[in-house]
């Protein structure tokens, strides 16, 4: 209990190895769940199925014989949702309280409440002692999302907004680390719902944020917090590096990807981050593109076409809105190099991108001949 007016009542999932079947949870995940308590008592979402169980218990003890009067529905989908219908089934009185849209898509999920109280922006609902004060924050990153804002604690809960990957103590001193590839694979697309909902808040006595996933924020992990969201959502640049990203058949392309990089080093640039799209995490390589302010791609040529790995990587920043970068391209090619032209393509896609000259290509293997075009590539990517 953080609170003697709030409890946490989540769930850590340490053997769940992906999340949302695609994203690697090498320290599991949590869900959160918080109850509140005063005249009324508030359940503030459910959890996940897979711990739909450990979840009604932890319920139960905390409530020591007492109802719940509210469930608050922030966010519908299933790690939060899931539980829902066997808590009602547990506590058929309870009122579910969410939006519009919420309950629209737990008709979807097949979800059924008895009582309902719908709610909307600016919306209060008083517990006796504590007060609810809701807060839209649609595509965070559904369109249903709502936020609750308790002025008397002044703690805001966040749904998805300031979540983490890992159960809820993982690395307790790097929030940082996991909020960052969470957030710009979650809801990095997002950035200018998240950064209208940010506007929102700033106007608050925030004191504590409490959100769906990763730990409870307060004191400096709080300041910081805000600051990188802050960052994040405006897609601006947090470190001043360059991330050099290849995808290699044979090993050639990776060659001179690690030339390139040991030259921007030499160079003195400030960070440079290297990853291995075949076999790297993609979601840790996306974080790394958005964290950083340059990058350089460097891809085999595959069927006339590029590499798959960086196919997908070049999807996958499309998708999230990659922007305001400036990219450089080296490309390898044994007989027709090609895959300059499709990362130009792509690249010219995406908005506020400058991609940086020469663009190198190589035949096969690097070779000295082709040193002297990877210096002008690395010089021009430290101007």
């Known amino acids: 209990m953080y609170s003697d007016k709030i409890k946490y009542v989540g769930c850590d999932d340490a053997d769940l190895d992906l999340f949302e079947s695609q994203y690697d949870l090498p320290e599991g995940m949590c869900y959160n769940s918080y109850l509140l308590f005063a005249d009324k008592i508030a359940v503030m979402d459910a959890v996940d199925p897979r711990k739909q169980q450990e979840w009604l218990t932890h319920l139960a003890l905390s409530l020591d014989g007492r109802k719940p009067d509210y469930l608050v529905v922030h966010h519908m989908e299933p790690d939060h949702s899931g539980s829902m219908n066997a808590f009602l089934e547990t ?10 849209q919420a309950f629209q898509l737990m008709n979807q999920f097949g979800i059924c409440a008895a009582n309902t109280l719908v709610i909307k922006e600016g919306d209060e609902l008083p517990l006796g002692g504590l007060t609810l004060r809701f807060i839209a924050a649609p595509m965070i990153h559904w369109p249903e999302v709502m936020m609750t804002y308790v002025p008397e604690e002044k703690t805001l809960f966040s749904a998805d907004a300031f979540g983490k990957f890992g159960v809820y103590n993982a690395d307790a001193d790097d929030w940082a680390c996991e909020a960052r590839r969470y957030y710009f694979n979650i809801c990095g697309k997002y950035g200018q719902a998240v950064t209208k909902v940010m506007e929102k808040a700033a106007k608050l006595d925030i004191q504590t944020i409490a959100p769906l996933h990763g730990p409870v924020l307060d004191g400096d992990k709080l300041a910081d917090a805000i600051r990188l969201y802050n960052i994040w959502c405006r897609y601006d640049v947090e470190t001043e590096g360059i991330l050099v990203a290849y995808a290699s058949i044979h090993g050639n392309t990776r060659h001179a990807a690690e030339t390139l990089a040991q030259m921007l080093r030499q160079r003195g640039c400030p960070k440079v981050a290297i990853t291995d799209l075949t076999r790297d995490d993609m979601a840790e ?93 690395a010089d021009a990517m430290m101007q």
Request: charged content about 20%.
């Open 91 to 100: 506590y058929p009185e309870t009122v579910v309280v969410a939006s519009k």
């Open 285 to 377: 390589a996306i974080e790394d593109a958005f964290r950083m302010n340059k990058m350089v791609l460097c891809c085999a040529t595959y069927d006339m076409d590029i590499f798959p790995p960086m196919h997908l990587f070049l999807h996958e920043l499309g998708q999230k809105l990659y922007q305001k970068r400036t990219v450089g391209i080296l490309e390898n090619g044994s007989w027709a190099p090609q895959a300059a032209r499709v990362i130009k393509t792509s690249l010219q896609s995406m908005k506020d991108i400058t991609i940086v000259e020469p663009i190198v290509s190589i035949k096969s293997s690097l070779h000295d001949s082709d040193l002297p075009a990877l210096e002008a590539l």
